[in-house]
Every structure is written in C-alpha cells, then in structure tokens.
C-alpha cells in the first residue's frame, strides 16, 4: 500500500469518529472550539468528548501507523539531514520555564493546576481590544519596518483588496498560479482583529514574501523541509516582539499568555509526537507495531514532555502528521520555528539580507545552515528561544 493509501485510511477512520456530548453530536472544530473556552467546564466536557470519539481505535490506527512509518522512512531519512538528538535536547531545555508558565495560566483561567485540556484554554479579551484588520496592517507594517529595511512596504503590499482575500474558514498563504505574486487569505471573522491576530497574519503574511523572494530569484531546487516556512515563523516572531515591546506590563503579560499555547505546542507538543514517531519506528521496523506497544510508548514519552494527563490523551491519534506520506513533518516544523531565530541575530536586516535567507534555504544544507548564521547550533537557538517565554510566569 502506497503512502497516499495509508493517508487515506487514516482519513477515513478520522472522518468516521463522533463527538458526542449531552445527547448532541459535535463536529471536531466545534469541539475544538470548546477547548479554548474560558469557562473550565466547558474545557471538561470537550475533552471527554475528544477522547471519548478516539476511544477503542488504538489498535487499527497501530497497524496503519506501523505502515505509514515504513513506507516513509528511507525519505524521512533523507529529509531530515540530521539526527534528531540535538534538536530535541534544545526543545527539552525549554520544557520547565513552559510547564512553569502552564501553571501559571491555569489559575487565570480557572483551573487549580495545569491539564493537558487547558492548553489551548483562551484568557477573555476586552472588546475595546479589537481593530479594523486595517489598523492591524498598519501596526505590523510599524513593527516590521523597524526590523527590515522596508518593512512596512512589505505589509501594505497586503492591503484588503490587493493580496489579502478575506474568504475560506483559516488564515493561509497560497500561490494561485506561478506567474502570480502569493496572496494571503483570511476568514472574514478578521475583518476586526486582536492584538493576538497579528502574528498569524504576520506568519501567512512572511510566508507569501517568502515565496514571492523564491520565484523572483528562480531559485531552482527546492528547499528541505526545516525552511519551508522560514520568513513565516520570522515575521510571527517579530510581530510578538514588537507587540510586546509596545505594550505596558500588564499588556504583555496577556499577550504572552495568549502566546503560550502556540509555544505549548511548538516546543512540547511537536517534540514529544516527533520522539513518538521515532519511537514507533523503531519497533515497526522490528515487526507489526501493536496498541500494547504503542499504548506503552504514549505513556513513556507524553507525560515526560507534558504531564501525567497527557497518559492516554490520544494525541498520536490525532496528529495526521504521522500518518502522512511526507517525511520529517514533526522534525521540520520544530527545527523551523527554532531556525526562523537564528535570522535575526545580526540586528536590522536589509533587503538582500531576506533575498539572502530565501537563497540559502535552496542553496544550503541545514549543517552549512547552521555554522554560517549560528555557530553555536541548536543550543544557542534554544538559548535565544527562552527570550520569547520572558514574562510568561
């Protein structure tokens, strides 16, 4: 069975799980949806219901799982560039200033101590919050400016209207044909945005750069995984820096909370599915992977990463990540986010400096990346990383 065959089993079993509550059926988003709701009950009930609908299916989804992992890891492999040691040694030096904040959270949104069912729990925003998306473009396009050499030329090239659609249920960055610039695009609920918007648009908005920088330079083979969204997770970057830096302390103190659960996932979430997989990969390549074994795994690696709760949460489950055809997803998203760091380490960058970056994404290897921009590696990029978690508890 092909990779896109084990994909689509996957999605069949996906499409088939029901969420039930309260004698009403959910659909995932709306579940989700309850999941970031201030109120602690409403939090409960979504989760049992999340991994009530996931319940039972551990042992089809193992077999799959083992199929899936074989029939990508010699381009897994080839993917990744490295071994995965030094990059889950520097999420892991991030893991205790994270569950400290976590906790932290938790009393503020009204939990006597963090669950893994808080973790995309939202603080309430006050409505005088809010701006026309206009307003938000012009704030990013302040904070960019002073951070790249026409910065704010490169937001308002996205006004509404000119490459920024307000259409379809995601913000998303998308090529519509390779004659044409990127254009972003972005649900009509964004009409009014939060200060906590805006690094979501900056992120979609840096991707779009990104590719328009690529097909102006021509720049021939594709780049490996971990920079596929570089100039995204660096114009996110310098949108939380800037915000913050606008903002009085009790500001940012919100603002950094509201932060917390993208870090959450970044740095905990995404290293613990991506040991997982590892784990997993290993024992599929010894025989048929097993609910036992993987029931094992889920135990040992989850609630090392994010605590006893996480035991039986089912997030492999869930993470189509892993039983996707492409190879190194947990790997390059991880080393992504830390690499995207690594570019602003020389203070104000000019034009070329971007074209430079995209070059290299296509040019360089992620070794020769690394000993040119951050001789210090992985560490001295996570050393950089505990800079955003400043003021989270």
């Not at 249920?169 to 009014?192: I, K, N, Q, Y």
């Not at 613990?272 to 889920?298: H, K, N, S, W």
Request: glycine share 12%.
């Amino acid at each position: 069975m092909t990779g896109e065959a084990i994909f689509g089993e996957y999605l069949k079993i996906r499409d088939g799980v029901r969420y039930l509550s309260g004698g009403r059926e959910y659909s995932y988003a709306e579940a989700e949806e309850l999941l970031r709701s201030p109120d602690p009950f409403e939090r409960v009930r979504a989760w049992d219901m999340i991994r009530g609908g996931w319940e039972g299916l551990e042992g089809a989804l193992a077999g799959l799982l083992g199929r899936a992992l074989a029939a990508k890891a010699r381009a897994a492999a080839e993917a990744s560039g490295e071994g995965s040691g030094p990059l889950l040694a520097a999420a892991a030096s991030l893991r205790a200033p994270l569950m400290r904040a976590l906790e932290a959270k938790a009393g503020r949104v009204g939990a006597s101590g963090f669950s893994c069912r808080d973790l995309w729990a939202r603080l309430p925003a006050p409505a005088d919050a809010q701006m026309p998306l206009a307003e938000g473009l012009r704030r990013l396009g302040r904070i960019f400016d002073g951070a790249v050499e026409g910065g704010r030329g490169l937001i308002m090239e996205f006004f509404p209207g000119n490459r920024l659609l307000l259409e379809g249920d995601r913000p998303r960055c998308l090529r519509l044909d390779p004659s044409s610039p990127a254009v972003v695009r972005l649900p009509e609920t964004f009409r009014g945005v939060y200060p906590s918007d805006l690094p979501v648009i900056a992120r979609e908005l840096g991707r779009a750069v990104h590719s328009d920088i690529a097909s102006r330079l021509g720049a021939g083979a594709e780049p490996r995984p971990v920079f596929a969204g570089l100039l995204g997770h660096f114009f996110e970057e310098l949108a939380w820096s800037g915000l913050r830096a606008e903002a009085g302390p009790h500001t940012a103190a919100e603002l950094a909370f509201n932060r917390l659960p993208q870090l959450t996932a970044d740095f905990l979430l995404v290293p613990a599915t991506l040991e997982f997989e590892e784990a997993a990969a290993a024992a599929a390549a010894g025989g048929t992977l097993t609910a036992d074994a993987v029931r094992d795994m889920e135990k040992r690696i989850f609630t090392v990463w994010l605590g006893a709760e996480a035991e039986g949460a089912g997030f492999w489950m869930r993470s189509g990540t892993l039983f996707r055809p492409e190879p190194a997803g947990c790997s390059a998203r991880l080393a992504g986010r830390f690499l995207s760091l690594g570019l602003a380490r020389g203070g104000r960058l000019a034009a070329a400096d971007l074209e430079k970056a995209v070059a290299d994404a296509a040019a360089l290897d992620l070794g020769a990346w690394l000993a040119g921009r951050v001789p210090g590696g992985w560490p001295a990029l996570s050393a950089g990383a505990l800079d955003t978690l400043s003021g989270l508890e």
